[in-house]
Every structure is written in C-alpha cells, then in structure tokens.
C-alpha cells in the first residue's frame, strides 16, 4: 500500500503540510498494510529557532538504521513535514498494544516523529508542544478514519515496543486516545461498574467463586486496571508475603473474583461487601 493520500487528509484535516522533496518515492521495504498510527518523540530538542532538528535524520536516516524514520515529522509548530508514503523504519518489532497485533511494526503502523527531546535526549528535557500534540491528535483521527479503524489503533512507541522504547515521553496515553476519539466523534466507551484499582502481579487468574479451586473465567497477563463492584470471604491467598482471605468481584476486564492480595491497595478495599 502507497498513503499517497496522507498529504491530502491532513490538508482536510486542518493541519499544516510541508512536503519535503520526493515524498512519494522515498521507502524503507516493500511491506506496507498500515492498520494503525504510532507516536514517538525524537529525543531531539526544538525550539521557535530550531523547530525540526530531527527533520535530516528522519529523511536520510542513521548509520545503523536507514531511512525514512517515519511517514511525517512534527515540528516545534506542530507542522508536519511529509517524508514517505511508503514504509519506513519507526517502529522496529510490535510486542502487541491494544487492538495492534505483534508482527512488523513498520509494515502495521504509520509513523509521527514528534520533535522534542523527552526526558533527556542530550541532557535536555522537553515535553511536546501543544502545538504539536494538538496536530498529532487532529492528524491521528483523520488517517484513521481514513484507514476505517477506531481510535484505540493510535498507540504510542513505549506500548508497542519489546526493545524497551520509552517514547512518547510525558503523555498520557489514554488521554490521547480519548481526545483522537473525540476528534472522530467516537462515543467515550462506557465505564464499567464498580470502582478502578491496579492489581501488581502479573498472571492472575480470574475465578467464577472466591477460591481457587474453579475453572478459570479469564485470564490477566499483565498488571492492569480492575473494576471491583463488592468483596466478599473465600479461600486465604498467600502472594509474596501477603497474606488475604478477601477476594474481589470484578465487571472487567473480566466478570469474576481475584484474591485482594493481587491488587494495590489495603488488605480490605474501600467498596461494599457483596450480597450473600
Ligand atoms: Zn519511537
């Protein structure tokens, strides 16, 4: 696939487009079927003076890794520079993210280099413009309302990355998904019953009764955000020291119980007991 429209897009979009010489034909590999778009700081500091200093890099790429870097850079004004409409070298193997399968990055998603330094690039700190997030946001949703995807398909670099990326620096991830849903005019999705906490442990079980003994109803392969609607007595846990015999009833991500000493937080959590 050729995004030979992505010039266009972003014109209806509002965003301002700079189109840097032979946008078209510049490539990095054959394989290109993008379902999503990606986010990545260039560890590069800008300013009003200096607003792309990543701009060269990105077209011609680094010794150890060639170009393009990236379908468009954005600059300290939230411009984007157009450098490919191929694929291009961003995005390195994809551990899986959302609905962004694990594969070939490269091949799966469509680059922003956003310009600013993050947390250290060169000693300097640096969080993205408004400006910048404001035309990544915008950017975002029209691409992929032009791909025909939903707005979980933005992801950011450190999501997706299993080489330890920490790009974007200082966005809230979700946040930015909400705000590309709203400029797609995406219903917010509904919040689930109950109150959020994060379990710590990774590997969690959920069970159809408060104990162990049942057949597992879902499965938490991550530390994530659980939504606990009771807590009610069950079988004792031990977890690394810890010790509870109180287990929580969660709506999601799965409808079932996990033992408390999975989650952060006291012993006995701040919700009701459940209904006997
Ligand atoms: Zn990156």
């Known amino acids: ?8 897009v972003l014109r209806g979009a509002g965003v301002s487009v700079v189109v840097e010489g032979d946008w078209l034909n510049r490539s990095a590999g054959a394989s290109f079927e993008p379902i999503g778009v990606l986010w990545h700081h260039t560890a590069a500091p800008s300013s009003a003076e200096r607003p792309h200093p990543a701009l060269d890099i990105c077209i011609n ?20 520079h157009l450098i490919s409409a191929n694929r291009c070298n961003h995005a390195g193997t994809s551990g899986g993210s959302g609905p962004i399968p694990a594969g070939d990055g490269n091949t799966l998603m469509i ?3 956003i310009d600013y330094a993050g947390d250290g690039g060169g000693g300097v700190v640096q969080e993205m413009t408004p400006a910048q997030y404001d035309a990544s946001v915008a950017a975002t949703a029209a691409v992929l309302q032009r791909l ?4 979980d398909h933005a992801r950011g670099h450190r999501e997706t990355s299993t080489s330890g990326k920490i790009d974007p620096s200082f966005i ?11 400029a797609m005019g995406e219903e917010p999705p509904p919040t689930p019953p109950g109150t959020p906490f994060r379990t710590w442990v990774a590997g969690v079980n959920v069970r159809p009764t408060p104990d162990t003994t049942g057949t597992p109803v879902g499965y938490l392969p991550t530390t994530t955000t659980v939504y606990v609607e009771c807590q009610t007595e069950g079988e004792t846990v031990t977890e690394s020291g810890y010790t509870n015999n109180l287990w929580s009833k969660l709506s999601s991500p799965h409808v079932g119980y996990i033992n408390n000493v999975f989650i952060q937080g006291p012993a006995s959590l701040p919700v009701d007991a459940c209904p006997i």
């Open 148 to 151: 025909g995807r939903s707005a």
């Open 172 to 182: 809230d991830l979700d946040a930015m998904r909400a705000d590309v849903a709203a």
């Open 61 to 80: 790429g680094r010794s150890d890794l060639p170009g393009p870097l990236c379908q468009a850079l954005v600059d300290h004004f939230g411009v984007f």
């Open 1 to 8: 696939m050729q995004i030979s429209w992505l010039e266009d």
């Open 111 to 113: 680059g922003w280099e």
